[in-house]
């Protein structure tokens, strides 16, 4: 995808000094005659514009007047001699996300029979099927459809572009088996399908692609074998598989992929070992076999691999023992057949962003790493650590993420000094002590965006929390913790994940609560939580979780949505509750109780 980002950059600049030579030309020769767009061209075109219903864009609106290719038309590229459409090319403004197109593709695309650049990308309301007519254009050496909603399959005809360079057609909808045709397009350099629900083979004519340089079918319904003929197609750098169904052996013929720098084939069946050859793809950058079936050992050759940065191979069954990696940035070992011991020597003292190591049967002290200053993210969750949290975080200063949970760790929180710009701390299942005010005070980092403390022995109150947090999600459950809830909690105004279950917690649920209107999940359940459930509550409208459970409530529930459809067991083992789902009031008398 990076890639394909980057061609179709590059591509556009390529387009936008052609536009710009077009009009320069165009201004040479308006001395004489300024080109008029071909009519049947401009009718192809205003075809087009009819079947957009709505256009946010705004591009469409400067398609007016008899001559498309004066420059007014915005996308509209055409040759001057001839006054014929070369080019049509229109895309979303990279980050306007309120901008798109809603209608379909009209047919009369196909009409423009000099078209040499077709993109209509990122307009995300476009439906409907891939007109089959555009399979007429056979000048198109650009085909970019990408992002919008597009519907129906992949039609056959397009294997007739022959000259076609750039196919596009990710992120849609389109269904159905890949066109084995597509193996015509003798001149590809870049096929991409990604996100869509295809479904079936990987062609076996594929073989054919001798030129191709990115292939991207990730993030589809894809099945059956890799086919072992991708490494006929040696000027391939990227190669992303990822996110489908398909089975079978690690296709060995990749390996002589010699200019191959990116691989993907994560979240996909694939069983048996990694081929030792593995370590003759000299150019990779980046190897991701992540949540597949692989066994056996990481092969040593790997430690050839010069310029790998980023490796995942996290969610297989290797096994011992782990080469010496010397070019790695980032590493993801976590869930396979692993038993590390200690974090290897080479980890701890590579300068690296994210180091991945859980579920690595790893003990004794948190690691130190010697070069801490260049880590962002580190999960050293589902391991059997016990000790030294006081200095692990340490000079960690530009630490992110960190995935502590699930260890044997033992510690009093207020030994804990947290880097200034962490955003997502996950210390649950451990044995942790102390009180959460040593994390949430006012010198809480506006950037912690999620704190999962749970499953642990933490005690004392819930402290105030202070203005302009931005926490997401907090989750305290299964510790003992006393107290109320503060009613300072709705200044958690980003919250969407409250969980404060199976606590100690008395009081009565704050009125404040219903202010914070992005809350999803709310569990205060197996608590000794007073009084009624504030009808304030109604105020927050994505509530898709909630369990007030085993607590002391009693009185109305709220009568509004969602809180009458819960399931009745989200308000059993109380007081008093009453009214939808539960059995209605009995009298104004029993609804006004816990108030
Ligand atoms: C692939 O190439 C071979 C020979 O290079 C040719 O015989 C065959 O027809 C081609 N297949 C496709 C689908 O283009
Ligand atoms: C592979 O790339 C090289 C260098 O860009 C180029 O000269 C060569 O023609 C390409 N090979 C094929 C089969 O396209
Ligand atoms: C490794 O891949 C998995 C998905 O398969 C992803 O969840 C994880 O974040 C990746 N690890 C790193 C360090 O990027
Ligand atoms: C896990 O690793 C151990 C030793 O490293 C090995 O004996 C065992 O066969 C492996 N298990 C699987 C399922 O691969
Ligand atoms: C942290 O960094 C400082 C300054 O670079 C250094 O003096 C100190 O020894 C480091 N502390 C640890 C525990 O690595
Ligand atoms: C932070 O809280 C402490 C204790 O509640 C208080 O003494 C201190 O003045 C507060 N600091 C700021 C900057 O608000």
Known sequence: MQILRWVSKVFLICFAVSVFSVSVEAEEGSQSQAPICFEADRVSLLGFKSKIL??????????????????????????????????????????????????????SLGNLHFLEVLVISGMKHISGPIPESLTNLNRLTQLILEDNSLEGSIPPGLGHLSLLKTLSLNGNRLRGQIPPTLGNLRNLL????????????????????????????????????????????????????????????????ICSLANLQDLSLSHNQLTGTIPDQIGSLKSLTSLQLSDNKFIGHIPASISRLHNLWNLNLSRNGFSDTLPVIPSLLSVDLSYNNLSLGTVPDWIKNKQLSNVNLAGCKLGGNLPKFTKPDSLSSIDLSNNLFTDGISSFFTNLSTLQSIKLSNNQLKFDLSEVQLPDGITFIDLHSNQITGSLSSIINNRTSNFLEALDVSGNHISGGIPEFPEGLSLKVLNIGSNKITGHIPSSISNLVELEMLDIQRNLITGTIPTTLGLLSKLQWLDVCVNSITGKIPTSLLGIKGLKHANFRANRLCGEIPQGRPYNIFPGSAYAHNLCLCGKPLPPCRGKNQAKMGQ
């Open 54 to 107: 709505k256009d946010t864009t705004e591009i469409l609106a400067s398609w007016v007047g008899r001559d498309c290719c004066g420059g007014d038309w915005e996308g509209v590229v055409c040759n001057p001699a001839t006054g014929r459409v070369t080019g049509l090319a229109l895309q979303r403004p990279d980050k306007e996300n309120q901008m798109y197109m809603i209608g379909t593709l009209s047919a």
């Open 190 to 253: 870049v096929i991409t399908l990604a996100r869509n629900f295809l479904s079936g083979p990987i062609p076996p004519t594929f073989k054919n692609f001798t030129t191709l340089q990115s292939f991207d079918l990730s993030f589809n319904l894809l099945s059956g074998f890799i086919p072992d003929t991708l490494g006929k197609s040696q000027n391939l750098t990227y190669i992303d598989l990822s996110n489908n169904h398909l089975s079978g052996t690690f296709p060995i013929s």
